[in-house]
């Protein structure tokens, strides 16, 4: 008995000294996030809300259906993008298959991202299977995955760590900071016509090993997973890509289903989660978004679940978002609802003028950005 106590004594001891030098760290860390923020211009702290495709610092570009993107793909930073980008930092970019073309171009492209203003992260929709930007282009040679489904079925969630760790080595090789992956909806409607084979199951048991597991394998591989799309796009017949989109779930139905899987990923410790475009009107009582909805992502993602890291918007160049909301209307709306950044505005400059005169007119507090912008601040050194 007396071996006992001495060895739980020593353990404690030790769980104290790591706790105080976690602490100290942790200190540390607020201390240089506070530092950074106070040298930062209110357009450098805006700029670091605003993750965007390559057209979008091209403002001769002018596009209605993706199709038209994918007819005259930009492969390189040109002059208009890095003129609009001196006026208008941005936190990240984000590339789609278009703008990869082989090793080669990829290599010269992430090289001139590296050099625009606000120091952008590079990011990727890189699930495995269908979505794989690089890994259904011909001129690279990496592993394919048949689909997140086939892992799921598996029943074995080592192997979503193997798909998560294969496909972060060859991202962190290319040069990526942040794959969009993996997604962590349930996939219960069989009418789904978005989600589908993407998801790992229609069993939330099932979904969220393998979810953690995923992003377990992407960190390891030093590249930042986020899941994806809340409050659960599973349930849905349509795709918000093109309009509106809704689940007629009640919250305490999400919480048996939909949300094992983020919760299992909010506990492992994901640094970002995507909003979905859906309505779920009985959780809000209205038709919004999710995206645009703080009941959503105020009292229940970061209230409820207790999430403290970065939420970021689904595509806002997507139907469900542009059919209701001009680009200024909904990057305003969607940091009053609480996400921390505004993926992909159809109009970069409209949005980014909108937020900057929202904060100058009392509509949002630079209290309110810096909460933000301290997350992706705490993400960047993380990343370093």
Known sequence: ????????????????????????????????????????????????????????????????AYADLQENPILEVNKTMRDVNANYPVGGLILYAWNIENEAQL???????????????LCIDEEGGRVARIANNPNFNVKKY?????????????????????????LKHYGFDIDFAPVADVNTNPENI???????SDNPEVAAPMVTNYLQGL????????????????????DTHFGYASTQKTWAEMMDCEMVTFKAGIQW????IMTAHIGAPKVTGTDVPSTMSSVILQDKLRGELGYQNIIITDGMEM?????????????VGSIQAGVDIVLGPKNLVEAFDAVIAAVNNGTISEERINQSVRRILKLRMNKQ
């Open 1 to 64: 008995m007396l071996v006992a106590i001495m060895i739980c004594g020593l353990t404690v001891t030790s769980c104290s000294k790591d706790d105080e030098a976690n602490s100290d760290e942790t200190n540390s860390q607020k201390d240089e996030v506070e530092a950074q923020l106070s040298k930062m211009t209110l357009r450098e702290k805006v700029g670091q809300m605003f993750f965007v495709r390559m057209e979008t610092l091209d403002t001769t570009i002018h596009w209605n």
């Open 107 to 121: 290599s010269t492209l992430i090289s001139q991202i590296r050099s625009l203003n606000g120091n952008p992260l």
């Open 146 to 170: 048949e689909s997140m489904s086939a892992i799921g079925a598996t029943g074995d969630a080592r192997n979503a760590y193997e798909c998560g760790n294969t496909i972060g080595t060859y």
């Open 194 to 200: 978005i989600i589908g084979a993407r998801a790992f």
């Open 219 to 238: 960190k390891d591989a030093g590249v930042t997973g986020c899941m994806k799309h809340f409050p659960g796009h599973g349930d849905t017949k349509t």
């Open 269 to 272: 410790g994901c640094q970002l």
């Open 319 to 331: 139907g469900a978002i542009t059919q209701q909301y001009s680009s200024a209307e909904a990057a």
